[in-house]
């Protein structure tokens, strides 16, 4: 583990949390939830049969681990009926209600709705659509935001670019063909994302194939759109575009293809023109750089929940459980 996640989880520990973990019965879960009790990272919570649990964990402690299982909460009910509420317009029923809230996704979700836990954590075992549709359904979008996104947070060993070699790749994980609008949102979350986690400023690159209009297609101009919108909707945050990807984190190349750019070649968050690109150059990096990839992590969320990557380790889940942490703290204020 890095350097860069220890100060994350002592942000943790300053101001402890209480995090929800929905996949109880998994043993990378199990193994987690031990690790963040005996790191004092923040109080955890696992969702699942306890005597499955407590079977699979084996040997493992669960001391200090709260075990609740949805099946037989006595608050079941009544997260059923505040889904029900929620959702009857749609044509939700009560007793569809009920049975939905036995499910840990969103029993964990609503937990953290009635602020019963600060945010939740999953993924080990679902895929993302499966982790984020609760959290769409049951906490909806932040105030102010249009938008929900994910990004993975990189930290590449002896890495000179980027933020010490840490930087926010953005989206990575959810939005597949986002048009020029909703790229520049994921923009703008993301600087916000990187500042709150990394305490630095952030830098913001639109990448794309092309510098400055040194290639010109519709591929092109979508970035050349976000750009101009990010810029309009918040002048504040340092961000240009579009940029080729060396343009972006490479000083000398930055000041040889973006003369008079304030972030060209000191780019720390690098915004996509869609997953496809997103997704394969995160894995680039993680595989080839072996950089520590934590996420995806959502953004544009209420409260804060994330996924993780079904190939994730414990130590992982940790480190994902340490931002969603922080990013509560982060939210309070």
């Given at each position: 583990?890095?350097?860069?996640?220890?100060t994350?989880?002592?942000?943790?520990?300053?101001?402890?949390?209480?995090?929800?973990?929905?996949?109880?019965?998994?043993?990378?879960?199990?193994?987690?939830a031990?690790m963040?009790?005996?790191?004092?990272?923040?109080?955890?919570?696992?969702?699942?049969?306890?005597e499955?649990i407590?079977?699979?964990?084996?040997?493992?402690s669960?001391?200090?681990?709260?075990?609740?299982?949805?099946?037989?909460s006595?608050l079941?009910?009544d997260?059923?009926?505040?889904?029900?509420?929620?959702?009857?317009?749609k044509?939700?029923?009560?007793?569809?209600?009920?049975?939905?809230?036995?499910?840990?996704l969103y029993y964990?979700?609503?937990?953290?709705?009635?602020?019963l836990?600060?945010?939740?954590?999953?993924?080990?075992?679902?895929?993302?659509?499966?982790?984020?549709?609760?959290?769409?359904?049951?906490?909806?979008?932040?105030?102010?935001?249009?938008?929900?996104?994910?990004?993975?947070?990189?930290?590449?060993?002896?890495?000179e670019?980027?933020?010490?070699g840490?930087f926010?790749?953005?989206?990575?994980?959810?939005?597949?063909?986002?048009d020029a609008?909703?790229?520049?949102?994921?923009?703008?979350?993301s600087a916000?994302s990187?500042?709150d986690?990394?305490?630095a400023?952030?830098?913001?690159?639109?990448?794309s194939y092309?510098?400055?209009?040194?290639?010109?297609?519709e591929?092109?101009e979508?970035?050349?759109?976000?750009?101009k919108?990010?810029?309009?909707?918040?002048?504040?945050?340092?961000?240009?575009g579009?940029l080729q990807?060396?343009?972006?984190?490479?000083?000398?190349?930055?000041?040889s293809?973006?003369p008079?750019?304030?972030i060209?070649g000191?780019?720390?968050?690098l915004v996509?023109?869609d997953?496809?690109a997103?997704?394969i150059g995160?894995?680039?990096?993680?595989?080839l750089a072996?950089?520590?990839?934590?996420?995806?992590?959502?953004q544009?969320?209420?409260?804060?929940?994330?996924d993780l990557?079904?190939?994730?380790?414990?130590?992982?889940?940790v480190?994902?459980?340490?931002?969603?942490c922080?990013?509560?703290q982060?939210r309070?204020?």
């Amino acid at each position: 583990m890095s350097a860069f996640i220890d100060t994350i989880k002592d942000k943790a520990r300053s101001d402890k949390r209480k995090i929800v973990l929905a996949e109880g019965e998994e043993l990378r879960t199990i193994k987690a939830a031990n690790m963040i009790v005996e790191e004092g990272i923040c109080d955890v919570v696992i969702l699942g049969n306890e005597e499955n649990i407590k079977k699979i964990a084996g040997d493992i402690s669960l001391n200090g681990v709260e075990i609740i299982d949805p099946e037989k909460s006595d608050l079941t009910k009544d997260f059923a009926n505040t889904f029900y509420e929620m959702r009857k317009a749609k044509g939700m029923t009560e007793e569809v209600a009920y049975e939905t809230m036995k499910n840990p996704l969103y029993y964990g979700v609503m937990m953290v709705e009635k602020d019963l836990a600060d945010g939740m954590v999953a993924g080990a075992v679902n895929s993302t659509a499966n982790v984020l549709r609760p959290s769409l359904q049951i906490l909806k979008t932040a105030p102010g935001t249009k938008l929900v996104s994910a990004f993975f947070l990189m930290v590449v060993p002896n890495c000179e670019y980027g933020e010490n070699g840490i930087f926010v790749f953005a989206d990575s994980g959810l939005c597949e063909n986002p048009d020029a609008d909703a790229v520049s949102e994921i923009a703008i979350s993301s600087a916000k994302s990187f500042s709150d986690l990394v305490g630095a400023e952030a830098k913001v690159a639109m990448l794309s194939y092309s510098t400055y209009g040194s290639a010109k297609s519709e591929l092109v101009e979508k970035m050349q759109l976000a750009t101009k919108l990010a810029k309009e909707k918040r002048p504040d945050i340092k961000l240009d575009g579009e940029l080729q990807l060396d343009a972006a984190i490479v000083p000398s190349v930055g000041k040889s293809k973006a003369p008079g750019s304030d972030i060209a070649g000191e780019a720390n968050v690098l915004v996509f023109p869609d997953l496809n690109a997103g997704n394969i150059g995160y894995k680039l990096v993680q595989r080839l750089a072996k950089a520590e990839a934590y996420g995806p992590v959502t953004q544009g969320i209420k409260k804060p929940v994330n996924d993780l990557s079904r190939g994730c380790t414990a130590e992982d889940i940790v480190g994902v459980v340490a931002i969603t942490c922080v990013q509560a703290q982060m939210r309070n204020k």
